[in-house]
């Protein structure tokens, strides 16, 4: 009993200094026993929070298969977010005494702050699309495999040619679903380490997801922190070709002992077997197409339509102009390489590339948005934002912070696009609350803060076991390659790529290393400082 007492009184000690921000004081014995304000008000706070943990419980249980087997619950997102909404607006009318109406403006609102990212999504699958279909993904992985293949090189090679692939087409399931087929079978044929090229494919595909034009991570995590795109992929550009650069000299390391033989990379899609090639066909057709396009050839000029994307991103232009671009360079130069027939094959790409936007992606955003609308209406994360600010002494060491929640709440939600609409707005939050400075340098936060919501969402995920990431690549890995079981731990153990990608950016805002970096430097104090 008397464990049980000095438990409640240091509760009630925690929650003060979370919501009063009060940095010592004294509570009597009677004031345990006979006032429980303080109680009510802890116990409150958290019955505010539980929107979240049923969120993320239903994500893990869902994502964890001895999870979903034992408890027969195994939903998508797409089911989970509605849920944890309609408990969030339940929790919010109990606690705050909300009107229902009142709570679904606060949704709705936050819904609509995302319109123009709806029709950026739609345009950078539709490009995504395109570029695996007219044979812009093909070019590059062509390209790039003419620089020789062995053993010791295959899996580097594997890790830049997923990294252009994803860069160009913004889809890390895409991009993994091409190459685990083509580097995993060239692996085995020439006699190299199958799970170190399957990290380095993982890792790869991830890559242009944090910095692809027309990655749906990109755009949401850039609308989210009020920052436009090109200035994405300005600021963190040195940093990701860092990370490539050192983790490439990683895998190079780790393959010193393999032999040294080459192969034609052709004899690898030629050794794919037939129940592969149908299971591809039912699961991503887009794979099929652009493997064929690497067998048969497509002239190299179909790498032109990516050059141009990034080409007029660096120069600033509209994101909405550079996708157009895209879409009407490889639809022109498709028509010249003969992989583009009609207008109706054009039409055919941007339709199927709207139907799939419009069918996961942007009806998920729709309600993780209206969720995350709720719990700012109740302001269910004001202890969460109190204690990073009270423990923080300067802006560096709060940014640290924000992302730490990103990481937390990517491993709690498990799914790297719930973990950007629903903790991104909260670092967002406390930003623009904490931190005072002119508006050239709160942008400049405000990027980092954006990619800590792409970068720690994205390569987070890669380590992560029970993260719907890595369930997705184990799954594909152990379809186009039966010879071997892998499971999630594998992905995480030379997944180098992620590995230095998420430390480094916590430690570079930490630590100011990030001033050597070129357009990647945070400002720190006098020009920014935390309001007092």
Not at 394 to 406: D, E, K, M, T, Y
Request: aromatic share 10%; charged share 15%; with cysteine.
């Amino acid at each position: 009993m008397r464990d049980l007492y000095k438990f409640v009184k240091y509760l009630i000690i925690f929650f003060e200094l979370l919501n009063k921000k009060i940095l010592s004081y004294k509570i009597s014995n009677q004031q345990i026993l006979h006032n429980g304000v303080f109680v009510k008000n802890f116990f409150k706070s958290l019955f505010k929070l539980s929107p979240i943990f049923l969120l993320a419980s239903l994500m893990i249980i869902s994502n964890i298969s001895v999870l979903s087997e034992m408890t027969g619950i195994k939903l998508n997102i797409l089911i989970i977010a509605p849920i944890a909404t309609c408990y969030a607006f339940i929790v919010a009318m109990l606690t705050e005494k909300f009107k229902f109406a009142d709570i679904l403006d606060a949704a709705v609102a936050n819904v609509k702050e995302m319109q123009i990212v709806f029709f950026i999504l739609m345009l950078a699958y539709a490009l995504a699309d395109s570029f695996m279909y007219t044979g812009v993904g093909a070019a590059i992985i062509n390209i790039s495999m003419k620089v020789g293949l062995s053993a010791r090189t295959v899996a580097v090679i594997s890790l830049l040619i997923s990294s252009c692939l994803s860069v160009a087409t913004g889809s890390s399931w895409g991009t993994f679903a091409a190459c685990a087929p083509i580097f995993l079978w060239l692996t085995h044929i020439l006699g190299g380490n199958v799970l170190l090229s399957l990290c380095a494919v993982a890792g790869g595909s991830c890559f242009g997801d944090n910095l692809g034009l027309i990655s749906d991570v990109t755009v949401v995590s850039s609308a989210i922190h009020k920052v436009e795109i090109t200035d994405r992929m300005k600021s963190q550009g040195a940093w990701s070709l860092f990370v490539l650069v050192v983790s490439s000299v990683l895998f190079l390391i780790a393959s010193l002992s393999l032999p040294t033989g080459s192969v034609n990379p052709h004899a690898a899609i030629d050794a794919i077997p037939a129940e592969v090639w149908e299971k591809l066909r039912s699961d991503k057709p887009a794979a099929v197409n652009l493997l064929n396009q690497v067998k048969q050839g497509v002239p190299l000029y179909m790498v032109i339509p990516m050059i141009v994307v990034i080409a007029t991103a660096l120069k600033g232009i509209s994101t909405v102009i550079c996708l157009v671009l895209g879409l009407v360079s490889c639809f022109i130069l498709g028509a010249f390489a003969g992989t583009v027939t009609s207008v109706s094959t054009c039409l055919d790409l941007m339709y199927n590339g709207f139907a799939d936007a419009g069918s996961w992606v942007i009806a998920m955003m729709m309600w993780v948005a209206a969720f995350g609308g709720v719990m700012r209406k109740m302001n269910a994360f004001k202890p969460l934002a109190d204690i990073s600010v009270y423990i923080s002494k300067n802006v560096r060491q709060l940014l640290f912070w924000n992302g730490a929640i990103s990481l937390l709440g990517n491993a709690a939600l498990a799914d790297e696009m719930a973990q950007i609409t629903t903790m991104g707005p909260i670092i967002k939050d406390i930003t623009d609350e904490n931190i005072e400075g002119d508006e050239k340098d709160m942008y400049r936060i405000r990027l980092r803060n954006a990619t800590f919501s792409s970068a720690l969402g994205v390569f987070g995920s890669q380590l992560i076991p029970w993260h719907v990431y890595l369930s997705y690549f184990v799954g594909v890995a152990t379809t186009v390659y039966p010879l071997q079981v892998f499971n999630q731990i594998d992905l995480i153990k030379q997944n180098y790529l992620a590995i230095i990608a998420v430390s480094s950016l916590l430690l570079f805002t930490i630590i100011p290393i990030d001033k050597f970096i070129p357009g990647f430097s945070i400002p720190t104090e006098p020009k920014v400082h935390i309001k007092k």
